[in-house]
């Protein structure tokens, strides 16, 4: 071919290949509408499609966006996907709270239900002998409310000096006749171990009230965790490597004037999955604490359920004081014979005689399980749907409102057009990031405030555990044992993140049918054609005959 020719060619193929195939720009009326319709201003606004080398996020191809249109659009994608997060984390926290609520208010009623048949049966069988020492009976409720709502209450110790206190009084009371003080009622209290004056009662009621209230207070307070838990990993802020792909994946889209497109499935997943990675982490503990949970829940069904053992409290005192009135004559001479007989008292009222004679056989009913039953039958369930919510997170927001589809995987946004997205899904959990083609993430610099909350969570496990068998625990504020007060929770603003190294890949590379990462990509306009190396080419020739 001569070079006039050539010439011809080249210069006729040039507009060809430009940016926009058409000579004329496209309008950015759809853009203008979307981004007013977000709140910001259309001053500044493209009227038609401009040339885009000054995006960073997006593609720099033909667009309607400027760079103050494009942070305006990071700035929303932050806010708008905190606020997803924050929302779905008020939606657990609603149904942990919720429960909590009915569990710490169903074992109070217990405890207020189980005092007040007390009250009412006592008051018929004993009268006056409940009446003269009644606080002693309400001292040991208000201590089990007090260890109930997490006060450092030693249950055994409450449980020893009930009896203790009432041993006392009964012995007295028993022996109107004798003048005893208190020198002779510590005398008295020795012999309790081997004479067992209550019989087998304070032991058996000792261990039935231990393990149902242990398990009831450590119940709720796992709920707590739960909760708090969830509050505060749901608050951890968007990295900016996060922010960048959040933007990319939304609003990318109108800047390439694609409004009507909606991401693709997968390519929605692997954004999720890289920017919800530290919470995936969560996953193992917080399935053991839900574990634990659901195997403390046995402990209130059965024989030894807490409302059988709560309620029968006042029968069980009842038992031991009827016990200790039919036995008085043979602990008397052996008490007696330990401690001395006590001085004669100087007169015996008829008071004290029917208060020595009282007593009588209680039959305290017992509430049905019907409520409990059902409350535990709510909470398995409950927990349960919650059980795998860390890693069903990104899934959960990557619904068919959000994404196009697996039914529209060739019409969909996979990042820079319409086609479908090649990229696998990435694994759960931080370490499982370290090829995720959507978001850079250094695999090595966890969050600390995520790791914070895995540590709160294994120590309620193990609480919980402890509690199941019986083991009563320090109860302080779980929330406070690792994180102190601040939990290292903080804003954008106050966390300066530390500088950011990135894991190499040490994998085979993959292939894509696009740039995995969000690289600048020039324009076509600016590219070499192969029209212009042939032209150079010419002329040189020409020169080189001349």
Same mark, same amino acid.
């Given at each position: 071919?001569?070079?006039?020719?050539?010439?011809?060619?080249?210069?006729?193929?040039?507009?060809?290949?430009?940016?926009?195939?058409?000579?004329?720009?496209?309008?950015?009326?759809?853009?203008?509408?979307?981004?007013?319709?977000?709140?910001?201003?259309?001053?500044?606004?493209?009227?038609?499609?401009?040339?885009?080398?000054?995006?960073?996020?997006?593609?720099?191809?033909?667009?309607?966006?400027?760079?103050?249109?494009?942070?305006?659009?990071?700035?929303?994608?932050?806010?708008?996907?905190?606020?997803?997060?924050?929302?779905?984390?008020?939606?657990?926290?609603?149904?942990?709270?919720?429960?909590?609520?009915?569990?710490?208010?169903?074992?109070? &009623?217990? +405890? *207020?239900?189980?005092?007040?048949? @007390?009250? %009412?049966?006592?008051?018929?069988? $004993?009268?006056?002998? !409940?009446?003269?020492?009644?606080?002693?009976?309400?001292?040991?409720?208000?201590?089990?409310?007090?260890?109930?709502?997490?006060?450092?209450?030693?249950?055994? &110790?409450? +449980? *020893?000096?009930?009896?203790?206190? @009432?041993? %006392?009084?009964?012995?007295?009371? $028993?022996?109107?006749? !004798?003048?005893?003080?208190?020198?002779?009622?510590?005398?008295?209290?020795?012999?309790?171990?081997?004479?067992?004056?209550?019989?087998?009662?304070?032991?058996?009621?000792? +261990?039935?009230?231990?393990?149902?209230?242990?398990?009831?207070?450590?119940?709720?307070?796992?709920?707590?965790?739960?909760?708090?838990?969830?509050?505060?990993?749901?608050?951890?802020?968007?990295?900016?490597?996060?922010?960048?792909?959040?933007?990319?994946?939304?609003?990318?889209?109108?800047?390439?004037?694609?409004?009507?497109?909606?991401?693709?499935?997968?390519?929605?997943?692997?954004?999720?999955?890289?920017?919800?990675?530290?919470?995936?982490?969560?996953?193992?503990?917080?399935?053991?604490?839900?574990?634990?949970?659901?195997?403390?829940?046995?402990?209130?069904?059965?024989?030894?359920?807490?409302?059988?053992?709560?309620?029968?409290?006042?029968?069980?005192?009842?038992?031991?004081?009827?016990?200790?009135?039919?036995?008085?004559?043979?602990?008397?001479?052996?008490?007696?014979?330990?401690?001395?007989?006590?001085?004669?008292?100087?007169?015996?009222?008829?008071?004290?005689?029917?208060?020595?004679?009282?007593?009588?056989?209680?039959?305290?009913?017992?509430?049905?399980?019907?409520?409990?039953?059902?409350?535990?039958?709510?909470?398995?369930?409950?927990?349960?749907?919650?059980?795998?919510?860390?890693?069903?997170?990104?899934?959960?927001?990557?619904?068919?409102?959000?994404?196009?589809?697996?039914?529209?995987?060739?019409?969909?946004?996979?990042?820079?057009?319409?086609?479908?997205?090649?990229?696998?899904?990435?694994?759960?959990?931080?370490?499982?990031?370290?090829?995720?083609?959507?978001?850079?993430?250094?695999?090595?610099?966890?969050?600390?405030?995520?790791?914070?909350?895995?540590?709160?969570?294994?120590?309620?496990?193990?609480?919980?555990?402890?509690?199941?068998?019986?083991?009563?625990?320090?109860?302080?504020?779980?929330?406070?044992?690792?994180?102190?007060?601040?939990?290292?929770?903080?804003?954008?603003?106050?966390?300066?993140?530390?500088?950011?190294?990135?894991?190499?890949?040490?994998?085979?590379?993959?292939?894509?049918?696009?740039?995995?990462?969000?690289?600048?990509?020039?324009?076509?306009?600016?590219?070499?054609?192969?029209?212009?190396?042939?032209?150079?080419?010419?002329?040189?020739?020409?020169?080189?005959?001349?």
């Amino acid at each position: 071919m001569d070079f006039p020719l050539a010439f011809f060619f080249c210069f006729l193929a040039i507009p060809v290949f430009g940016d926009n195939t058409s000579s004329k720009p496209r309008s950015c009326s759809d853009v203008r509408q979307f981004y007013s319709g977000k709140g910001f201003s259309l001053s500044g606004v493209p009227q038609t499609e401009i040339s885009g080398e000054h995006l960073r996020v997006c593609a720099q191809g033909y667009t309607c966006c400027t760079s103050e249109m494009e942070d305006s659009l990071a700035s929303l994608s932050k806010r708008e996907f905190e606020g997803l997060v924050k929302e779905a984390g008020r939606s657990l926290q609603s149904s942990l709270n919720g429960q909590y609520k009915n569990f710490d208010g169903y074992f109070l &009623e217990l +405890l *207020n239900g189980s005092e007040r048949s @007390l009250q %009412e049966s006592f008051l018929t069988i $004993y009268r006056a002998l !409940y009446s003269q020492n009644a606080h002693v009976f309400q001292d040991l409720y208000d201590e089990l409310r007090r260890y109930h709502r997490g006060a450092s209450v030693n249950l055994e &110790e409450a +449980l *020893n000096d009930f009896w203790a206190r @009432l041993l %006392e009084r009964l012995f007295k009371a $028993y022996n109107p006749q !004798y003048a005893i003080g208190d020198e002779y009622l510590e005398c008295v209290a020795k012999q309790t171990e081997t004479l067992r004056p209550f019989g087998d009662v304070p032991r058996d009621l000792k +261990l039935k009230a231990t393990r149902a209230l242990i398990a009831a207070r450590s119940f709720v307070q796992g709920l707590t965790v739960a909760g708090e838990v969830v509050r505060k990993v749901s608050q951890v802020p968007l990295s900016p490597e996060c922010v960048r792909a959040i933007m990319k994946l939304m609003y990318c889209p109108h800047c390439r004037m694609m409004s009507s497109i909606k991401p693709c499935t997968n390519y929605c997943r692997n954004v999720m999955k890289g920017c919800l990675a530290n919470q995936a982490d969560l996953d193992t503990e917080w399935q053991n604490l839900v574990d634990a949970l659901l195997q403390v829940t046995s402990r209130f069904t059965g024989d030894s359920s807490v409302d059988m053992v709560i309620y029968s409290i006042p029968l069980r005192i009842s038992e031991a004081m009827l016990a200790m009135q039919e036995n008085i004559e043979v602990f008397n001479s052996k008490v007696f014979q330990a401690c001395g007989t006590p001085r004669l008292a100087e007169t015996r009222s008829e008071e004290q005689r029917r208060q020595a004679n009282a007593g009588a056989e209680s039959n305290t009913p017992l509430p049905p399980s019907v409520k409990l039953e059902k409350l535990v039958s709510d909470v398995t369930s409950k927990l349960r749907e919650m059980q795998q919510y860390w890693v069903q997170l990104p899934n959960a927001l990557c619904n068919d409102r959000v994404t196009a589809g697996m039914a529209n995987e060739d019409k969909c946004w996979n990042g820079m057009g319409r086609a479908r997205y090649l990229p696998e899904v990435m694994g759960d959990g931080l370490a499982s990031q370290i090829n995720n083609p959507e978001v850079e993430i250094d695999i090595t610099k966890p969050d600390m405030t995520i790791r914070q909350q895995i540590m709160q969570l294994k120590i309620m496990t193990n609480r919980l555990k402890n509690a199941f068998n019986g083991n009563d625990v320090d109860f302080q504020d779980a929330t406070d044992d690792v994180s102190g007060s601040g939990s290292g929770m903080c804003s954008d603003e106050v966390c300066a993140r530390s500088p950011r190294v990135i894991v190499p890949n040490t994998d085979r590379p993959k292939l894509y049918a696009y740039p995995a990462k969000n690289k600048k990509v020039l324009s076509t306009g600016s590219q070499i054609h192969p029209c212009f190396a042939l032209l150079l080419l010419s002329l040189a020739t020409l020169s080189l005959w001349r």
